[in-house]
């Protein structure tokens, strides 16, 4: 079954709809016109040169590439969740790196290889798709962890003293603000999941859909996306904040400067 | 018995204290005076190994306190920080809260045993079954000094445990730690207020003109 192709001519139209938003942020007086403006020319440059290095890297297939394509994604990924934090790259870099790479490779592999069983685990049609979609929802979750974890740390560094000066471990006193920062940062990953199919359609199943495949095997697919990269963003903000530690925390057990000024 | 030698701290270029000496012998209260920002919550916090000394060496029993060993020497301390806000919706949970810690895993909470705390500090029971926030500041900072008696660590440090007291709730709380200290534990509280901190078995002025 053949997809229907969408003309530039019909793009523009479907585009049209952005200027409904627009017109109602322009009546409330909301300050988003200029940056939805901004967003939405970005999102269509970004998804043009997407659709171009997936063709080139499709084509080529070559395993080499697909992960430096990995390790370009994580990079982003590294700089856009420091920039959105105003975490110091000193701090968050490294740690971030690594965790979203340690565990895009571990979750992803063991998907490709475990449970689709594929032979070529780094084929592109899957292991670029699987990587991406990993990627991005890590990051929504590192994100707002991190943000509620520093944020805690700061705002609430009598319950941190508190702790450590009746006896607490550094792993026993960091734990309340760990804790707020994974009930933060999962709870509307849950709430998405517990309505998944009534309320939502999820992207990876209708895309599925609408590339031909039979739902049976799109909802297989939304499951199977939906838990590993849930899995994902948990086990990636866990080795984030494990690395991140030493770099957060002086000798002392004092929380260092970790945020950017402006 | 905490020593405190020749300690001196200074942050951003200004000299906090210089050369303060002092002991704390088991079972000993200590007030520590002086004006705002004169360093005295800095000095507990370097007691608690949260703040590196210029100069001079704090130990307890003979051990010198070092990074490595902060963590060793928390455990004999039990710490209120001013103007404490813990995270438990329920009083009682909030009381229970020390005992969840590794370390006072051994030591059982017993409620009993708390509302005996209590009365010596004119706290009503009933307050044990309600929100945190439905308590008075008074009746949390003596709510949160109950259960680091009961939790019976040798050392005891406290800043500002009067603050939010008038002068008969003060006497209580001075006559309660006074209680803990025949227990054998060394008391350090930081206090503003003059009865308390003559009520104490030493006073001690921190203050950068020290000898």
């Known amino acids: ?262 | 018995m905490l020593e405190i030698k020749n300690a001196s701290i200074t942050i951003g270029g200004r000299q906090l204290f210089a050369g303060l000496s002092f002991t704390v012998p088991d079972g000993q209260t200590v007030c520590l005076t002086g004006s705002s920002g004169s360093g005295k919550t800095t000095l507990l916090r370097a007691i608690l190994g949260f703040h590196p000394l210029d100069e001079g060496h704090i130990s307890i029993d003979g051990e010198l306190l070092t990074p490595s060993s902060a963590e060793e020497f928390r455990k004999h301390i039990s710490y209120i920080p001013q103007e404490l806000t813990l995270p438990s919706e329920w009083v009682s949970d909030m009381m229970r809260l020390p005992f969840t810690l590794k370390v006072n895993r051994g030591k059982a909470f017993s409620k009993d045993l708390l509302m005996a705390e209590w009365r010596k500090l004119e706290l009503q029971p009933a307050l044990y079954d309600k929100k945190v926030a439905e308590l008075s500041g008074g009746e949390r900072q003596r709510a949160v000094l109950s259960a680091s008696g009961l939790l019976g660590k040798s050392i005891l440090l406290v800043d500002e445990p009067t603050s939010a007291l008038d002068a008969h709730t003060s006497a209580l709380v001075l006559d309660y730690l006074k209680t803990l200290a025949v227990r054998g534990c060394s008391i350090v509280a930081v206090s503003h207020d003059a009865d308390f901190a003559q009520g104490c078995d030493k006073c001690i002025s921190v203050s950068a003109t020290l000898p």
């Open chain 1, 1 to 262: 079954m053949e997809t229907t192709d969408i003309s530039y001519l019909s793009m523009a139209v479907g585009l049209l709809l952005m200027a409904l938003p627009v017109y109602f942020f322009h009546r409330l007086g909301a300050r988003l016109i200029q940056s939805t403006a901004i967003a939405t020319v970005r999102m269509v440059v970004q998804l043009f040169l997407i659709g171009l290095y997936l063709r080139y890297l499709f084509e080529w297939n070559s395993p080499l590439v697909n992960f430096a394509w990995v390790l370009i994604m994580v990079l982003v990924a590294t700089f856009t969740a420091a920039r959105r934090t105003r975490l110091r790259l000193r701090t968050i870099a490294l740690p971030l790196f690594s965790g979203l790479l340690a565990t895009a490779v571990v979750v992803g592999l063991y998907f490709l290889v475990l449970v689709l069983r594929l032979d070529h685990p780094f084929d592109a049609r899957y292991f670029v798709p699987i990587m991406g979609i990993l990627m991005g929802n890590m990051l929504s979750v590192n994100v707002i962890a991190l943000n509620t974890y520093y944020d805690g740390l700061q705002r609430e560094h009598h319950l941190y003293y508190y702790l450590l000066g009746n006896g607490a471990t550094h792993l026993e006193a960091i734990t309340p603000f760990a804790r707020q920062a994974v009930e933060k940062s999962f709870a509307p990953c849950i709430a998405n999941m517990a309505v998944l199919g009534i309320v939502s359609l999820p992207g990876t199943m209708i895309g599925q859909i609408l590339g031909g495949s039979a739902p049976g095997i799109a909802i297989k697919y939304q499951m199977m996306i939906t838990a590993i990269t849930f899995s994902a963003s948990m086990l990636s903000l866990m080795l984030t904040l494990r690395l991140a530690d030493s770099r957060s925390f002086d000798v002392y057990g004092r929380l260092r400067n970790v945020r950017r000024k402006d």
